[in-house]
Every structure is written in C-alpha cells, then in structure tokens.
C-alpha cells in the first residue's frame, strides 16, 4: 500500500523554526506533485505550498511567503517544508499529499499528518 509519512511536528515557541518532512513509502516521490496543507482546530483545511515533480516550480499561499520553503530530495524520496518565524495561530496538524499531475491535479495520496504546536 502506497504511504506518505509527515515527521518533524512538534512544539516551538512563537517565532521560532521548524522543518518538516514527507516520505514516500512503496512508491517513487519523484513522478509526483507534493503539496502541504493544514488543518486547525475548528478551521477548514488549507493549502500551505506545492512543489512539482522536478522541483522546478513551487508554490506557496500568501500567508506564508517569505518564511516557509518547500524543497524535495528525490534521492530520499522525500519532500521537505521549513517553516520559519511560526506564529501561534499557525498551530495545526500538517499533512502532505502527492499526485501524479501537478499541483493544479488532484493530490490523491494523503499522509496522516504531524501536529505542530506554536506556543510559548
């Protein structure tokens, strides 16, 4: 059964770093699309950034331009978000989800998500 598994979650003070991790199991990342997205207490899930196959164009959404990063290391079969000065209301369950066609396409495989905690 194919797998995304997130890693890195966890609890930072306001300001401070993160950096998460999504790898692939039973599958090759490298054909994919890779977005990460997030779910708050309460909140509808939102989309965070996406990466293409090659790693060649990414996106972000607007409220975290400048601070978070998407990277991938295909030699790894793994996708990466660094998330810099993390802000509380940024506290959430991060997923990250891979497609075949792009990030415009449907992100079909879901991991289970890591929770990451903004508070002092």
């Known amino acids: 059964q194919v797998q995304l598994v997130e890693s890195g979650g966890g609890l930072v003070q306001p300001g401070g770093s993160l950096r998460l991790s999504c790898a692939a199991s039973?599958?090759?990342?490298?054909?994919?699309?890779v977005g990460w997205f997030r779910q708050a207490p309460g909140k509808e899930r939102e989309g965070i950034s996406c990466i293409s196959a090659s790693g060649g164009s990414t996106d972000y959404g607007d409220f975290v331009k400048g601070r978070f990063t998407i990277s991938r290391d295909n030699a790894k079969n793994t996708v990466y978000l660094q998330m810099n000065s993390l802000k509380p209301e940024e506290t959430a369950i991060y997923y990250c989800?891979?497609?075949?066609?792009?990030?415009?396409?449907?992100?079909?495989?879901w991991g289970k998500g890591t929770k990451v905690t903004v508070s002092s």
């Open positions: 039973r599958f090759t990342l490298e054909h994919y699309a």
């Open positions: 989800a891979a497609g075949p066609n792009g990030c415009r396409g449907d992100l079909r495989t």
